[in-house]
């Protein structure tokens, strides 16, 4: 079942997120968006980023706690009035399942907001169910200010349980997980690849994801 969920930028390197019912909420800006500082992230200070093909700059990293399906996305830019400048310009989208490993998404551009409370924002890329725990935002430029921030993101997401076949999760069977099998073949301990859940990553493991190749989970 499809639900909204609503993220706050709260801080460069963590996510507030208060849990109701199977619906993550923080700020909940459903429309227009205030001008108030404590309403937006912002930088001012490079700092080291954790996909080691980024240079030192302004980033957020987003860790969902488990992973998600992202669909639509919604920005607000730096609202605050008479430092708009600050706001986003370009950024990198990178993803991770793990917060170690990272994959290049693209690039969102935005617009810079008007310093007003009618503002609502404008409408982000739809990442067509990609699977992710892990989001880093990566901006390059912004507007011209000496910081660089915006106010908020909507993401809508699908809850995404998976199954034991989908090793590297995307939801389908497919070669990734086959590979990521072999190459764990032999695991005695702590085995993702572990599919039948006897202990070990042997035969009985290629079997069973070759049972259900191509399938969808
Ligand atoms: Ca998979
Ligand atoms: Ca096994």
């Not at 980023?49 to 992202?70: A, K, T, V």
């Not at 430029?141 to 199954?163: A, I, P, Q, T």
């Given at each position: 079942?499809?639900?909204?969920?609503?993220?706050?930028?709260?801080?460069?390197?963590?996510l507030?997120?208060?849990?109701?019912?199977?619906?993550?909420?923080?700020?909940?800006?459903?429309?227009?968006?205030?001008?108030?500082?404590?309403?937006?992230?912002?930088?001012?200070?490079?700092?080291?980023?954790?996909?080691?093909?980024?240079?030192?700059?302004?980033?957020?990293r987003y860790d969902f706690g488990?992973?998600?399906?992202?669909?639509?996305?919604?920005?607000?830019?730096?609202?605050?009035?008479?430092?708009?400048?600050?706001?986003?310009?370009?950024?990198?989208?990178?993803?991770?399942?793990?917060?170690?490993?990272?994959?290049?998404?693209?690039?969102?551009?935005?617009?810079?907001?008007?310093?007003?409370?009618?503002?609502?924002?404008?409408?982000?890329?739809?990442?067509?169910?990609?699977?992710?725990r892990y989001?880093?935002?990566?901006?390059?430029?912004?507007?011209?200010?000496?910081?660089?921030?915006?106010?908020?993101?909507?993401?809508?997401?699908?809850?995404?349980?998976?199954?034991?076949?989908?090793?590297?999760?995307?939801?389908?069977?497919?070669?990734?997980?086959?590979?990521?099998?072999?190459?764990?073949?032999?695991?005695?301990?702590?085995?993702?690849?572990?599919?039948?859940?006897?202990?070990?990553?042997?035969?009985?493991?290629?079997?069973?994801?070759?049972?259900?190749?191509?399938?969808?989970?």
């Amino acid at each position: 079942m499809k639900a909204h969920y609503f993220f706050w930028l709260a801080s460069v390197f963590s996510l507030v997120m208060l849990l109701h019912s199977d619906t993550v909420l923080s700020q909940m800006c459903e429309g227009d968006h205030s001008t108030l500082t404590d309403d937006a992230w912002q930088s001012c200070v490079v700092t080291v980023n954790p996909n080691p093909d980024r240079s030192e700059g302004h980033w957020i990293r987003y860790d969902f706690g488990s992973n998600y399906q992202l669909n639509q996305s919604h920005f607000w830019n730096y609202n605050v009035s008479g430092e708009t400048s600050r706001g986003v310009a370009n950024m990198i989208v990178d993803w991770s399942l793990d917060g170690a490993n990272w994959n290049y998404w693209g690039d969102i551009n935005l617009e810079e907001a008007p310093g007003s409370e009618n503002y609502f924002g404008e409408t982000g890329p739809d990442f067509e169910g990609l699977v992710v725990r892990y989001l880093l935002l990566s901006v390059t430029s912004n507007h011209g200010g000496n910081c660089y921030g915006f106010s908020e993101v909507k993401l809508d997401v699908n809850s995404f349980m998976g199954c034991a076949e989908d090793i590297v999760p995307n939801g389908m069977i497919d070669i990734n997980d086959v590979l990521s099998l072999l190459s764990q073949y032999g695991c005695l301990t702590e085995c993702i690849a572990d599919v039948d859940g006897d202990g070990s990553v042997s035969i009985t493991d290629v079997l069973a994801i070759l049972a259900v190749f191509g399938q969808t989970c």
